[in-house]
């Protein structure tokens, strides 16, 4: 029916919904290794050796299954409102959905947006019940899972595209009585405001020397690219709302239900 296959390495079907691996997931893997690592002999007590590598690659991989239950809850909620999904895809530090088609109506639309967020912040709560356990490596990857699942809940909740947040912004617009293309479009531009006041604060913090310099470059390429998934969410949204086309049309381009820039949410 004209649909794209989507790039990457299948490796699983998650509610029959191809689980696609993208080329830089393996480099995330072997950032958070070597983040992890320090932490992993410094507090959870693992000697500085290959173990402390050990235990930061295992908990990438948790990372990738957290961001992976975020997007497998988005497309269990997409199918449940009757639309079709692509695949569900996973990166370095971040995922998508790819859904073929918009909901219907703004229920929908928040309903689809919600349950992400939704499903990380139930993953902290459940988490969050080792850190009763004593201080050790256990206790440590109890935390990092908590920390992980709260930023992959709340921050794709500030209300901007392409975050998950400013879909739910985009149908509270639309429940209020404006056309989905100008809800998209404040939207979007809410998520550049976003992207700049997040640059504006990362520059900020590290002229006051308050957060060190990598850490807030880190923050700043964050916050380029979320601009850069807004701009792009600017420049399509309304124009395929107002051409109307249809889901499987071979002539238009599947749009990812949350585009990478976003969905990414960095661990």
């Known amino acids: 029916m004209g649909r794209r296959e989507v790039p990457g390495l299948r490796v699983a079907r998650v509610g029959g919904v191809p689980v696609v691996l993208r080329a830089p997931v393996l480099a995330g893997v072997v950032v958070v290794a070597w983040v992890f690592a320090p932490l992993a002999a410094r507090l959870g007590g693992v000697p500085r050796d290959a173990r402390s590598y050990l235990a930061g690659a295992a908990y990438a991989v948790l990372v990738l299954a957290c961001v992976l239950a975020h997007e497998a809850a988005h497309a269990c909620a997409a199918r449940r409102a009757g639309l079709p999904v692509a695949a569900v895809e996973v990166g370095a530090l971040h995922g998508g959905t790819r859904v073929l088609g918009e909901p219907g109506d703004p229920r929908g639309e928040a309903l ?156």
């Open 112 to 267: 689809v947006a919600a349950a992400g967020p939704a499903a990380s912040l139930v993953l902290a709560a459940l988490a969050s019940a080792a850190l009763l356990q004593p201080p050790g490596p256990g206790r440590l990857l109890a935390a990092e899972l908590v920390l992980t699942n709260l930023l992959l809940g709340l921050v794709n909740l500030l209300p901007g595209l392409p975050l998950d947040g400013g879909r739910l912004l985009l149908a509270l617009l639309w429940s209020r009585g404006r056309s989905r293309a100008d809800a998209a479009a404040l939207a979007a531009w809410s998520g550049i405001g976003l992207a700049g006041a997040a640059v504006l604060v990362a520059l900020a913090a590290a002229a006051a020397r308050r957060v060190p310099l990598a850490a807030a470059g880190a923050g700043a390429l964050a916050a380029a690219l979320l601009a850069a998934g807004a701009a792009r969410s600017l420049g399509t949204l309304p124009a395929a709302v107002q051409r109307g086309a249809p889901a499987d049309d071979p002539d238009q381009p599947d749009e990812p239900d949350q585009p990478d820039q976003h969905r990414r949410t960095s661990t």
